[in-house]
């Protein structure tokens, strides 16, 4: 049984006519549907988020696994040239400023 704000029940409201038992009961109905209905949209949306932020994290540690890995590729290639760690480090920053903007782009921020 759910909870009502009615000062009676509806079920044993004396006093009141057919008509007004009637118009509580759909008032009642309404409300216990919004809320119903908005206890829905907040879980869906609680969902989405969870959702979202696993989805960022997830094209956070590729992204992070690719530069690191170019970078450590890079690097061992370039032995002990500075010029060569030069070009390495070019390359790694374009790597995440490309991914930082699909990020920002696919996550909003």
């Known amino acids: 049984m759910s909870m009502s704000n009615l000062p009676a029940r509806l079920d044993d ?3 009141i006519s057919a008509r007004q038992v ?12 919004e ?10 949306l609680a969902d989405i988020d969870a959702l979202d932020s696993q989805s960022l ?3 956070s540690r590729a992204a992070l696994d690719a530069e690191i890995g170019l ?3 890079g ?6 040239s ?11 920053e374009r790597l995440a400023t490309i991914n930082n903007r ?6 909003g921020g």
């Open 57 to 59: 994290a997830d094209a």
């Open 71 to 73: 970078m450590d590729y």
């Open 102 to 107: 699909r990020i920002t782009r696919r996550f």
């Open 35 to 44: 809320v119903f209905r908005h206890a829905l949209e907040s879980r869906a």
């Open 22 to 33: 009637e118009k509580a009961k759909r008032a009642q109905a309404s409300t216990e549907l």
């Open 13 to 15: 409201a004396g006093g």
């Open 82 to 92: 500075a010029a060569k760690a030069a070009l390495v480090a070019q390359h790694v």
């Open 75 to 80: 690097l061992a290639r370039a032995g002990q």
